[in-house]
């Protein structure tokens, strides 16, 4: 049997173990009791600095935690606009029971349902007064500003006020700008948590919302969240996700004046395509295709970011070099010198110019808003270049576009094993656009470039050396080509061209008959030389002289060619050389590019 001095000892222990749990159950009662219901309300005002309004008093619940429940709660400032800067149906507080004995409310935990914040027209026209006396948060925030202007290169963190701040949670949050009596949505379906141990510590934002029809998620961590709103600087690691585009940044952010940052930057999207239409930019997007990827060393004010060992994905296309980047000017603009090892000149010019069809299959010129929403000034250099079958190497180019104007040169570049440049330009700055386009080859090989192209037929097998400028107006390429005026010259080397059989076109020209080219098109034609002089006008290449030097003679071709529809109308003439007493042939080039036909000129007769 037990003694009765290990029984009171047990029986002891029993009551003071009941006596506890009592003491423990019945402290929200009591701290229930002499809470102040208005000062919960006063308590949020003294945290967040604004008049705070309940709707009905707060309902405060025991079990199984001591909590406060406000229903259509206000913020809004004490002074001025009357207009609600923050609104939430419900507020749920947690309370510290302890702190409630002592007639203080300490929250240890706030979670906001359906708050929408009010962004108003009216007070971004407002520049923010200095004061930030009202509120807990203000004063912690005058207090970090001190510590800053004393030491801004390093101010002295054990100084911070250490008041607890805990965890602020928000569930189907909105936020709306208000203007001209009109309310837009900006954000909706907002959720996600603030993590803030105390106003001297790190804290963590972890947040949902719909922006633009697409989920966001936004997670962002500062070591020293004071300093930072004080305009001092902080440790900051930042990402974003959503289906159009994710980015991080990692490195320090300054927010005083002009908010600088330096770090490391990451930007990906699967489609330029959809991240041009997610920004709601007036760019057309139907050219702007491919994946999308930056990322680099981040450093500058937020108005000129300049980014530094940058490396740029445009679909299959990377680069690395420097990029400055100017976002939040009133036309944002990015400026940068550019390395490829390939590029493919079609898909990284084509969100601008006129190299891709749009979805309609036109050529156009330019996107017409693209200088008013974004200007570019790119440096461009690549080991090899595609545009189509065409593949150039060693390519040094540049790439502007800014407002009423765009403009692509290729300076220099080799493909097929010769040298080339080129240039575009459109100019919008009168009242039709105007478009400019050159190029210059010099030391072609025109046996690669017609295997490249795949044509066979009636291409001098030789290396040339060419030179087109042409200038018109219009949206689309077709309209720049009906307009247009300019020179072209040519001239070929000794070489062959096949697809004329010279016995027997002269035969079939002789004979007076009409017939295809096609059908003396079995032959290959040598040749010591060919030149060729051309002016155009409306559209129009006038055909000054196209002699083609033969061994035996030469043939000369004089006459015009339209540019839009690939028509031909050329006079030509087949003679021997000088003392040779044959009559000259004379004969008609009509029908198209692709299927001429000849008809022989009689002798004494102007007309075929």
């Given amino acids: ?39 919960i309300a006063f308590e949020l005002s003294m945290w967040s600095g604004y008049k705070v309004t309940l709707g009905s008093a707060p309902q405060i619940d025991i079990w199984p935690v001591f909590r406060a429940e406000l229903a259509d709660v206000t913020f809004s400032e004490w002074e001025g606009s009357p207009q609600p800067v923050v609104h939430a149906d419900e507020i749920e507080t947690g309370l510290s029971a302890f702190a409630a004995l002592r007639g203080d409310v300490v929250f240890t935990s706030v979670k906001l349902t359906r708050p929408t914040l009010n962004i108003w027209r009216e007070a971004l026209r407002t520049r923010p007064s200095a004061d930030w006396s009202g509120g807990r948060f203000r004063q912690a925030v005058a207090r970090a500003r001190t510590l800053v202007e004393a030491d801004p290169a390093n101010p002295d963190a054990s100084k911070l006020p250490s008041d607890a701040v805990g965890t602020i949670e928000f569930v189907d949050g909105r936020v709306a700008l208000h203007g001209n009596g009109q309310e837009t949505e900006i954000l909706s379906s907002v959720s996600g948590t603030v993590d803030w141990p105390a106003l ?36 900051v690691t930042g990402t974003m996700q959503s289906a159009p585009v994710s980015g991080s940044f990692q490195g320090t952010a300054n927010m005083s004046g002009d908010a600088y940052l330096r770090g490391s930057l990451k930007i990906n999207s699967p489609s330029m395509r959809r991240m041009l239409e997610w920004s709601h930019t007036d760019i057309a997007a139907g050219a702007a295709v491919g994946a999308f990827s930056l990322q680099g060393e981040l450093s500058g004010a937020v108005s000129r970011l300049k980014l530094a060992n940058a490396t740029l994905g445009l679909d299959n296309n990377q680069a690395t070099g420097t ?29 601008f110019s006129a190299l891709t069809p749009d979805s309609g299959g036109r050529y156009r010129t330019v996107d017409r808003n693209a200088g008013d929403q974004l200007a570019l000034d790119l440096r461009l250099s690549a080991a090899r270049a595609a545009a189509g079958p065409v593949t150039f190497t060693n390519l040094a180019a540049t790439a502007q576009v800014k407002s009423g104007l765009a403009a692509f040169d290729i300076s220099d570049a080799t493909a097929f094993d010769g040298s080339v440049q080129a240039a575009m330009r459109v100019d919008r700055h009168s009242e039709r656009t105007m478009v400019e386009m050159r190029l210059r080859g010099s030391h072609i090989d025109m046996g690669a470039l017609a295997r490249t192209m795949q044509v066979h037929q009636l291409v001098p097998i030789t290396r040339a050396d060419f030179a087109v400028s042409l200038k018109g107006s219009g949206e689309e390429m077709a309209d720049v080509l009906r307009t247009a005026g ?24 002789r004979s007076g008959e009409f017939f295809s080219l096609s059908e003396v098109g079995t032959g290959s034609l040598a040749f010591d ?54 009559v000259p042939i004379s ?7 692709d299927a001429p036909y000849i008809s022989p000129v009689m002798p004494g007769t102007d007309q075929p």
Avoid: C, H
Wanted: hydrophobic share 50%; glycine share 14%.
């Fill in 1 to 39: 049997m037990p003694s009765p001095t290990i029984r009171r000892v047990v029986l002891a222990g029993i009551v003071l173990a009941f006596a506890v749990i009592a003491v423990v159950a019945i402290i929200p009662y009591i701290a229930a009791t002499q809470l102040v219901r208005d000062r």
């Fill in 200 to 235: 001297n510590r790190a804290a963590n934002v972890r947040a949902t919302g719909i922006w633009r029809g697409e989920m966001v998620s936004l997670e962002v961590t500062g070591n020293q969240p004071l300093f930072l709103a004080a305009g001092g600087s902080s440790q």
């Fill in 323 to 351: 990029i400055e980047m100017a976002l939040w000017a009133p036309v944002p603009s990015i400026a940068g010198t550019l390395a490829f090892d390939t590029i493919d000149l079609r898909s990284f010019l084509g969100a």
């Fill in 486 to 509: 300019g020179t072209f010259s040519a001239s070929f080397g000794q070489g062959a061209m096949a697809g004329v059989d010279l016995s027997r076109f002269t035969e079939r020209a």
């Fill in 529 to 582: 030389g060919i030149d060729v002089k051309a002016s155009i006008m409306d559209g129009i290449a006038r055909v000054d002289d196209a002699t083609v030097r033969l061994g035996s003679g030469q043939i000369r071709l004089r006459g015009i060619v339209p540019l839009p529809g690939r028509g031909l109308a050329l006079a030509g003439t087949l003679a021997g050389k000088g003392g040779d007493k044959a």
């Fill in 587 to 593: 004969f008609f080039v009509g029908g198209s590019w």
